[in-house]
């Protein structure tokens, strides 16, 4: 029988995971159905529940219900409790719901796997503290920089996320303009370049072979690869990487199964330009 499942969020027009996921299903031979699905605001819960009543298997789910698909599940991962936010939803045998959190995970294997940047014993800058950051918190500590700092505009919310994970590694918070020092990785998790801007951060972060990591992408360099680039930066990665590998985590959780990302990667971003 094919097994449903589906991206649910609003919007959802534009989302990528219908494709990413029907193109893991074929190259794995999966039978699987994957839709896209609308849901209105505040009814994250009752639309879940009736699409899961009805047969299905598992669901992703993006903004802005991963909050809402957190409190939904009956049980979490270990990841998924740090983040108190989740993107992969999957029904047991017993009928309960498992909600993991494959964001961090995605993000750490684009890096290490597809861009060979190393992060174990690394200075590792992490811009905004909102879901988005604390979504890859445990992934990217569980690696082993040396230092992890978190930097954000309202500086209250970055120590907020540095006391929360401090078992897990050196994690500290500062405001943008006091960064200590240059740093081998900087992580974009703002979402200021929605309204066009960028953190204003001191030039004293970068160093000879700085790499940035954008956790947004687009057609070409996002803005703050651009400024970075101007900066001199030579690696400036997108997060179509985190996109794709977070996908492939949410399959493997679903089906078992790993499929290949680097072709998926090459063709989004060949549809891209
Ligand atoms: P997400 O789920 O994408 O993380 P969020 O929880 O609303 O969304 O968090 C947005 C993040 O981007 C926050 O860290 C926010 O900073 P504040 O905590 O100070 O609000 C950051 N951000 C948004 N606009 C920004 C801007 N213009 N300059 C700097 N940081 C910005």
């Known amino acids: 029988m094919t097994d449903l499942y ?9 989302s990528k995971s219908p494709l990413i996921h029907s193109t893991f299903a074929r190259q794995t031979q999966q039978d699987l159905l994957y839709k896209a699905l609308l ?7 009752a639309k879940a529940e009736k699409f899961f009543q009805h047969g299905g298997s598992g669901l992703n789910v993006t903004v802005p219900f991963k909050e809402d698909a957190f409190r939904f599940a009956t049980t979490h ?7 108190q936010a989740v993107n992969t939803l999957k029904k047991m045998p017993d009928g309960s719901i498992l909600a993991d959190n494959t964001d961090g995970v995605g993000l750490v294997r684009d890096l290490t796997l597809n861009h060979q940047v190393p992060l174990a014993g690394k200075r590792i800058l992490l811009l905004g503290a909102g879901g988005a950051v604390r979504g890859v918190l445990q992934p990217l500590l569980e690696q082993q920089p040396a230092e992890l700092v978190i930097a954000n505009r309202t500086v209250s ?9 401090a078992d897990l590694g050196c994690v500290t918070a500062s405001s943008f303009a006091d960064v200590p020092g ?6 974009n998790g703002t979402s200021a370049s929605l309204g066009g801007e960028l953190p204003p951060l001191p030039l004293t972060v970068f160093k000879d072979g700085t790499v940035t990591y954008d956790m947004m992408y687009g057609a070409g360099r996002t803005v703050f690869n651009q400024w970075a ?10 997060g179509l990487g985190m996109l794709v590998e977070q996908a492939a985590e949410a399959f493997y959780c679903w089906r078992g199964v790993r499929p290949d990302t680097a ?10 330009r």
Not at 6 to 13: D, L, R
Not at 157 to 165: G, I, N, P, V
Request: glycine share 6%; hydrophobic share 45%; proline share 5%.
């Open 182 to 187: 240059a740093f081998d990785l900087i992580i």
């Open 39 to 45: 849901m209105p605001l505040g009814e994250f819960a």
């Open 157 to 165: 919310k970055a120590e907020q996320l540095a006391r929360d994970f």
């Open 263 to 272: 072709t998926v990667i090459q063709r989004l971003r060949q549809e891209r």
């Open 77 to 83: 991962t270990p990841r998924a409790l740090r983040a």
């Open 229 to 238: 680039h101007e900066q001199g930066v030579t690696i400036t990665l997108d």
């Open 6 to 14: 589906a991206v649910a969020g609003n919007p959802i027009g534009h």
